[in-house]
């Protein structure tokens, strides 16, 4: 066992750092929480300005084909440079879903001429693109979805309501998924296609979370036309499909953000109870050490994961254990770090909260992080039948046509 | 990058999980935990004769001169297979001791012995039931003789020598003491894991040869050394544990279709896997700190002790629950995962105390 690169991964990794000490400003302190709010102007004017540059310098989609703008690298290699960026202030949220899972699926299904024409301006960040699956009536269970695609001449009228989108409101494109048959089971009646947000009868109406951000949107479509061209896969494999872009799920929705264990230790090592130091007080202590346990956990499965990368297989499932142990302990170290705070640590204001509010602002996005990209719930699910091989929940809308299917109150 | 056991160590983690399925399946385990037997000799000469005693002592003092990360894959099969011999005694703790601080003329005459099966020993650490700080130790040598009591002792009453922890004036010492010399009294206790025998020893003038020169943290650096190697049994018997509650799960049929397609059966597995995986990647770490002497070796020892106990725990008590009342029975194996999770949760002491060992060093490691 050792923690020393190949020598290519070396070269690219010195590389990588060449590149971002240039052009990118370290983490500190002082810029934690730049990250957040990214529906704000200047924040998309800096990712975008910073997509291009990651772009222009050949470290943009590492392990995308060259003729699509990629760098044509192998898996390791976007993951040394993700070790790196994380270091530096590099505002990338805006695109993850755009080009971890839009063009991924684009490039599976799409005509040459289309990803000729989509990838590469993506790729550059001159065209955000975002994902419209889920519906009010399908979220976990997304191929409940109800967005009606009629055929008419050549092309598609959709009609329907798209939830929890991020990034609707300064998306360019986006794919879709809308139910094309009513008379069949529910996963056999879909159709996957991709259109412009800029099509005339989409919506896009933002919805105000618990934390007050607006990162998530409702899209409404009132008789949006989409050429038959822009279908992806054949009429009625949507769900097959759709599978494709799940697949680069995991990759795109990555571990919850601070605080974690570095923060919360920050926050005790510099708060007295009172009885003394709280770093001394043995409940402060066990907590502490359960959340470096997990953190150090995650760090060392990643190695493996990344092991299994360095030697050109498959990473194994310890990665599937990521997002539900993060979000979670996200969640728990955030009331922790208002906890040591006492009553003050209501008082989210960042110039008399610690840390400028990092564990407040934390307490109301964890919630989130625990349902976004599959639910805590999900999760397990498929860690219990994808990974031990346990049998899948008894589905009683299987065989049924959809349109026969009971909905609940509407 | 490669953090990974190679192809060779796969290699003997595939024999070695073949041969204790063969020599060490439940029927065996039950005889130690059924009788008055301390511990199973046949496997335990064995192991000396396939080189496991010797994997991590280097072949100038008798052993195989494997390495520790290849002791690490073994520990984990051993733990899988609930092999009932003081391995972890007279390997984790009595020879990696020898290794960290025994002057050559020590290494040379005890290694031998120890890498063969030949001798046994074991550390004499706890006096009852305050914890084993090293304000609590009352067990003291004056002039090379021994006096005071330990309890438990585990493997005491089956060990040729031990390593006892004892005070000389204010500070506390390790010394080589053999149990068989005199004035050295033991007696067997009951546990809760008669498959890990433990004893009461009792010293009144016991010769007493000193071991290094740094007393307690000396301690500390053979328990970091155990712990990682610890852990990896306590995987192997959570794993254990996972696999068989999946196998009942499946096999067992409630309300018209397996129980194992309930979510509240599905999440509690899903929910020992994730233990299992951070548990197991946090050894792995360990592992690497301990067959490398990296500094980082106390935090890294810390936190895989702390992970694998909380998996196995998780693992032993919820494989109960997924068997139902079957699993509360003598006659199904669930209890005795159940027993080795409690005993390996407590042997280096408790959790609680590891916990607190972990801020310690990552306090230190932050001064630095």
Redesign the interface.
């Known amino acids: 066992?050792?923690?020393?690169?190949t020598p290519e991964?070396a070269a690219f990794r010195a590389k990588a750092r060449g590149f971002l000490s240039a052009n990118a400003e370290t983490k500190s302190s002082g810029n934690r929480n730049l990250a957040t709010g990214w529906n704000k102007d200047e924040a998309l004017a800096a990712a975008r300005a910073w997509q291009a540059r990651k772009a222009a310098g050949g470290f943009a989609c590492i392990t995308m084909p060259k003729e699509y703008g990629g760098q044509g690298l192998s898996p390791?290699m976007q993951v040394i440079y993700n070790q790196e960026e994380a270091n530096y202030v590099a505002p990338r949220g805006v695109y993850e879903i755009g080009l971890g899972m839009c063009i991924p699926t684009m490039l599976a299904y799409a005509t040459e001429e289309q990803k000729q024409r989509y990838a590469p301006p993506a790729v550059r960040g001159e065209e955000i693109w975002c994902q419209l699956f889920s519906e009010p009536a399908g979220g976990s269970d997304l191929a409940g979805l109800r967005t009606k695609a009629e055929l008419d001449g050549n092309d598609w009228v959709i009609n329907g309501q798209k939830i929890w989108t991020s990034g609707a409101q300064f998306s360019d494109y986006a794919i879709m998924v809308a139910r094309s048959d009513f008379d069949v089971p529910k996963h056999k009646g879909l159709t996957f296609f991709f259109l412009s947000m800029k099509s005339p009868g989409v919506e896009v109406r933002p919805i105000k979370q618990m934390s007050g951000a607006a990162n998530f949107n409702e899209v409404y479509f009132t008789d949006v036309r989409i050429p038959d061209s822009q279908r992806l896969g054949a009429v009625g494999d949507g769900w097959k499909v759709s599978l494709t872009t799940l697949m680069n799920e995991r990759f795109a929705v990555g571990v919850a953000p601070p605080p974690d264990f570095d923060e919360i230790?920050d926050l005790v090592?510099n708060t007295e109870l009172e009885d003394g130091p709280a770093?001394d007080n043995?409940m402060v202590?066990?907590r502490?050490?359960?959340w470096?346990?997990?953190q150090?956990?995650?760090?060392?499965?990643h190695?493996?994961s990344?092991?299994?990368l360095?030697r050109g297989e498959t990473p194994g499932?310890?990665s599937s254990?990521n997002k539900?142990?993060s979000a979670s302990k996200y969640q728990d170290v955030s009331f922790f770090g208002m906890e040591m705070q006492e009553m003050v640590g209501i008082i989210t204001d960042p110039d008399i909260a610690a840390l400028d509010g990092l564990f407040q602002t934390g307490a109301l996005s964890s919630p989130g992080y625990r349902i976004a990209g599959g639910t805590d719930?999900i999760?397990?699910?498929i860690?219990?039948?994808r990974?031990?091989?346990?049998?899948?929940?008894?589905r009683v809308d299987k065989a049924v046509a959809f349109r026969d299917l009971p909905t609940g109150r509407d | 990058?490669?953090?990974?056991?190679n192809d060779d160590q796969r290699m003997l983690r595939d024999q070695a999980r073949r041969f204790l399925m063969d020599k060490s399946p439940p029927e065996v385990v039950r005889q130690t935990l059924e009788t008055e037997q301390p511990y199973d000799q046949a496997l335990w000469q064995q192991f000396g004769e396939m080189g496991w005693l010797g994997a991590a002592i280097p072949e100038a003092y008798g052993g195989s001169g494997m390495g520790h990360?290849e002791l690490c894959v073994l520990a984990e099969e051993l733990g899988r297979a609930l092999a009932p011999t003081p391995f972890a005694s007279s390997i984790y703790l009595g020879a990696e001791a020898l290794l960290t601080a025994g002057s050559e003329e020590q290494k040379q005459s005890y290694l031998p012995d120890l890498a063969t099966g030949a001798a046994i020993w074991c550390l004499a650490l706890s006096e009852g039931p305050r914890p084993a700080a090293e304000g609590n130790i009352t067990a003291a040598v004056s002039d090379g003789k021994l006096s005071g009591e330990k309890l438990p002792v585990a493997d005491g009453d089956v060990a040729d020598r031990a390593i006892v922890v004892a005070r000389d004036g204010d500070a506390a010492g390790l010394y080589i003491v053999d149990l068989n010399g005199a004035g050295v009294t033991r007696q067997t206790v009951d546990t809760m894991d008669p498959t890990r025998s433990q004893a009461r020893l009792i010293f009144a003038g016991a010769a007493a040869e000193k071991l290094g020169n740094e007393g307690w943290p000396l301690l500390e650096r053979i328990q970091d050394r155990a712990a990682v190697l610890i852990a990896f049994e306590q995987i192997g018997g959570a794993q254990a544990c996972?696999e068989m509650a999946?196998e009942y799960?499946?096999g067992r049929f409630a309300f018209g279709?397996?129980i194992?397609?309930y979510?509240a059966?599905?999440?509690r597995?899903?929910?020992m896997?994730?233990q299992i995986?951070?548990?197991?990647?946090?050894a792995?770490?360990g592992?690497?700190a301990l067959?490398?002497n990296a500094a980082e070796l106390p935090v890294a020892a810390?936190?895989a002790r702390?992970?694998a106990i909380?998996a196995y725990n998780f693992a032993a008590k919820e494989n109960v629950q997924v068997h139902g009342g079957m699993g509360f029975t003598w006659e199904f194996n669930c209890h005795l995962y159940y027993r080795r999770a409690r005993q390996l949760a407590l042997v280096l002491g408790s959790q609680?105390r590891?916990?607190?060992r972990?801020?310690r060093a990552?306090?230190r490691r932050?001064a630095a």
């Open positions: 066992m050792d923690f020393t690169d991964e390791i230790f090592r770093l043995a202590r066990d502490l050490a359960d470096y346990v997990r150090q956990g995650l760090k060392n499965a190695f493996r990344m092991t299994a360095s499932p310890e254990i539900v142990v719930e999760l397990r699910n860690i219990a039948e990974v031990l091989g346990l049998p899948q929940d008894v | 990058m490669n953090f990974e056991f990360l996972l999946k799960a499946l279709r397996p194992a397609g979510q059966i599905k999440h597995l899903a929910d896997y994730i995986e951070l548990a197991r990647s946090n792995y770490y592992a690497w067959s490398t810390a936190t702390v992970a909380e609680r590891w916990k607190d972990l801020i990552l306090e932050n």
